[in-house]
């Protein structure tokens, strides 16, 4: 796999989210990045400040939607949108930096308010050509 990149599907009245990577932390990366793409364009928001996350769950799987959560719920509670992620795996534990800037709506034009990541459509694997997908369906 050559570059990481995000991707929306559809699913009903909701929105799917994808990260493909060439490591397991990219796929990741890229799932947040179309988080933040549902609700903006990512290119809008400027990585001015910088806030730490860490989860932890019992599989990969599990890990994807409780760092969407975590991201959803920041986004809440601090008003901000993130456009850029770091991410570390390591035994289902992950830490991550995240880049965003407080929300203003005439600049940001949000779309939609994300209420959290399902378990619908939920997977995380190894392509056939060695990269990762991370996905699964945000409520809208």
Excluded at 30 to 37: G, I
Excluded at 96 to 116: C, F, I, M, N, S
Aim: aromatic share 8%.
């Amino acid at each position: 796999m050559d570059t990481a990149r995000w991707e929306h599907f559809s699913h009903q009245a909701d929105v799917g989210v994808r990260g493909l990577g060439a490591t397991l932390e990219q796929a990741f990366e890229q799932a947040a990045l179309a988080l933040t793409a549902v609700i903006t364009d990512p290119a809008t928001v400027v990585h001015g400040e910088m806030i730490r996350l860490s989860c932890e769950a019992p599989d990969a799987e599990l890990l994807l939607v409780d760092w969407l959560n975590l991201l959803i719920y920041e986004m809440a509670t601090r008003n901000m949108l993130f456009s850029r992620f770091e991410v570390h795996l390591e035994d289902n534990r992950l830490s991550a930096q995240a880049w965003g800037e407080a929300l203003e709506t005439a600049r940001h034009h949000p779309a939609v308010e994300v209420k959290g990541a399902t378990y619908t459509e939920l997977k995380v694997a190894r392509q056939s050509d060695g990269g990762w997908l991370a996905q699964t369906v945000v409520d809208v």
